[in-house]
């Protein structure tokens, strides 16, 4: 999902103004139904964090979906049936779906005949089978309803609207309103494996929904559309709208495949959706290429345009309010990152919505000039530092509005990623993205964030607990300080510290670029940061005249200050770098007084290795030595100086 306010100029804006627009868009929480203890062992208690948002019993298993639904987009009322095929998990006469009070059960059939229910009144409807089926059977109930869908505040996942003084009805369930319209599981749990819809509304309008057009057949008044869904799917990925949609089709090459593109667009919006094809293409194409084939491209793609300020990521068919560029990627990106892999839990919806913001960065490092990246990068980091606390893990997933936290779940979950492919490189990064996505263990069905990152230590064969502890479970980012000097003419010195914004993490471990720039020379080195108070030495080859941290936008960090010292600062007169030495070291003497200068080399044992004597040395100097032919261990470097006590370090080879 992507909500946004209705007036979005600029799309790089979207990250600054759009996402601190959430909570005015997202209604407010569902009323908390008390948990009442019943046929124990029937209900999920507490599945994942949905608790109260889900009732349905875990002892059955979805198999596939019959949906009838019939619809006038002008009056806000349904009438529908849905049947469920399912594998029962644990013998038992009774099963538990989820369904609004609002909703009035007019039967409910299984096998022959009307079987019995109960409404407790916490959003379910408790089914007596009649008969104890074992573990293992396969059966369906058909429930038929009523009603009003109830209206949450500020919007409903059934909703109706008006386009240009025409009638518009649609439906949004994430997360939890699923059952504010059909009788479902309303949980991150249980994926139907297949889908058929069928939805009649008044012959006027034209409906849309999951998968693929089977059959339009208009009679009496009435205009009816069948549509199938041959893979997995979540229940808030389950939707459907009505208008007087303008249909266009359309078709797009994905590898040796061309697939069909179906688009519903608001007459008087058409040509926003034409103008849009070659966008939606690209996109396509852009994802089915850099990470794994289009999850459905047996059936097919499109948008439904709605009036909801944003998009949501509705299987095979993204609802949108306008077709932005921005949007059309997001909400591609999520039939990869939601639909085909499913957050397993809201606590991990930045899953979804982080890699929904990283394809939206990628599109725009293909197809736009540098600056306009770190333009995006830019504002994307202002807005997650523009707070120094919150985790990027939901902590309290009875707040949709906490759950959709545009700065935390989006913005930050995104640059989770982003610094990820910063930290291990470009070919681990996809890799370890495409086989996430090729898991057998999590494609077409649920992860957690666990998950992913054993992925990402598979491929880079390294640890990254400290990474998630630090970038996704713990709070805020770092702020760098960086003090520079030069030391005979091409090293630099470099001392790193970090402060934290939030006491959750102490120190966050990143590699870090510096860039070093004059007039004519300009150079990047990275410095691994590990502690605070972190020395490092390079040899530029030049006097720089600017120091940036960062200069690409790889981390997340703000407020970051760079001075420039005198001359190197600290180990008094005599410093040795870099110590353990390679193939030669430098020695920088300070403060020191002018005249003969002896530098000497001794092993261990007290045997001479290497000497030179300089006669005009000026009190401070920078001196190369070779060190390439050393063999391996300690030694002794002995600075004399005539007038001044002798000076003694310790090298290591
Ligand atoms: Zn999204």
């Not at 001359?567 to 003969?596: T, W």
Request: proline share 5%; charged share 20%.
């Amino acid at each position: 999902m992507q909500p946004k306010p209705i007036l979005t100029i600029v799309f790089i804006v979207i990250y600054l103004t759009g996402f601190s627009q959430v909570k005015n868009v997202f209604r407010e929480n569902h009323e908390i139904a008390t948990m009442e203890a019943k046929a124990a062992g029937l209900r999920q208690e507490v599945l994942m964090g949905v608790g109260n948002f889900s009732k349905a019993s875990a002892n059955f298993d979805i198999n596939y979906l019959d949906c009838k639904w019939k619809v006038d987009p002008g009056v806000r009322y349904i009438q529908g049936s849905v049947k469920t095929g399912f594998t029962i998990t644990e013998r038992t006469n009774i099963i538990t779906f989820d369904l609004s009070d609002e909703l009035k059960v007019d039967s409910i059939l299984f096998r022959t005949g009307k079987i019995s229910h109960y409404r407790p009144f916490d959003h379910s409807v408790i089914v007596n089978l009649g008969v104890f089926l074992d573990k293992g059977n396969k059966e369906a109930v058909e429930i038929f309803y009523h009603g009003i869908p109830p209206v949450t505040a500020p919007f409903s996942s059934f909703t109706t609207s008006a386009h240009a003084g025409v009638p518009v009805l649609w439906t949004l369930s994430e997360p939890y309103g699923g059952r504010d319209w059909w009788p479902c599981k309303n949980g991150l749990n249980d994926k139907a494996d297949s889908l058929d819809i069928a939805i009649t509304t008044p012959d006027k309008y034209t409906s849309s929904t999951n998968g693929m057009l089977q059959s339009d057949e208009v009679k009496s008044g009435f205009r009816t559309t069948r549509w199938k869904h041959r893979y997995p799917i979540a229940t808030y990925l389950v939707a459907f709208a009505a208008t007087n949609y303008q249909v266009i089709q359309d078709g797009v090459k994905l590898g040796n495949t061309t697939m069909p593109i179906m688009e519903h667009a608001y007459p008087e919006k058409a040509n926003d959706f034409l103008n849009a094809a070659a966008i939606t293409k690209r996109t396509l194409q852009l994802l089915h290429n850099s990470f794994t084939p289009y999850p459905f491209i047996k059936e097919r793609y499109g948008h439904t345009q709605f009036g909801f300020g944003g998009g949501m990521e509705h299987q095979t068919n993204s609802f949108m309010q306008n077709m932005s560029e921005t949007l059309i990627v997001h909400e591609a990106a999520h039939q990869w990152f939601g639909n085909k892999i499913t957050c397993g839990s809201w606590r991990d919806i930045w899953l979804n919505e982080g890699y929904a913001i990283f394809c939206t960065n990628l599109n725009i490092e293909k197809h736009y000039p540098e600056a306009t990246l770190l333009n995006t990068y830019r504002s994307q980091i202002n807005f997650i530092a523009s707070s120094p606390n919150g985790s990027v893990y939901v902590d309290d997933t009875t707040s949709v509005s906490r759950i959709f936290d545009s700065r935390l779940s989006y913005n930050k979950g995104g640059w989770v990623l982003q610094m990820l492919r910063w930290k291990l490189g470009d070919s681990a990064f996809f890799r370890a993205t495409r086989n996430y996505l090729n898991d057998p263990a999590l494609a077409y069905g649920y992860a957690r964030t666990a998950d992913l990152k054993k992925h990402f230590e598979q491929v880079a064969a390294t640890d990254l607990t400290e990474f998630f502890n630090d970038w996704v479970f713990g709070q805020g980012f770092p702020s760098y300080k960086l003090q520079w000097a030069t030391g005979g003419g091409s090293w630099i010195q470099t001392t790193l510290n970090q402060t934290t914004s939030d006491t959750s993490v102490k120190f966050f471990e990143m590699p870090v670029p510096l860039r070093f720039k004059n007039t004519f020379n300009d150079t990047t080195v990275v410095v691994n940061h590990t502690k605070n108070g972190q020395v490092d030495f390079f040899r530029i080859g030049f006097v720089p005249d600017a120091v940036f941290i960062d200069p690409k936008l790889k981390i997340v960090s703000a407020n970051n200050t760079v001075t420039r010292a005198e001359i190197f600062p600290g180990s008094g007169n005599v410093m040795v770098f870099p110590n353990p030495v390679r193939d030669e070291f430098s020695v920088l003497l300070k403060d020191m007084s002018e005249g003969v200068l002896n530098l000497s080399l001794y092993n261990t044992s007290g045997q001479l290795v290497w000497r030179q004597r300089f006669g005009n040395f000026s009190g401070a100097d920078l001196f190369v030595v070779p060190s390439a032919n050393l063999a391996p261990g300690s030694y002794w470097l002995r600075v004399n100086k005539d007038d001044d006590p002798e000076i003694v370090r310790k090298i290591i080879k």
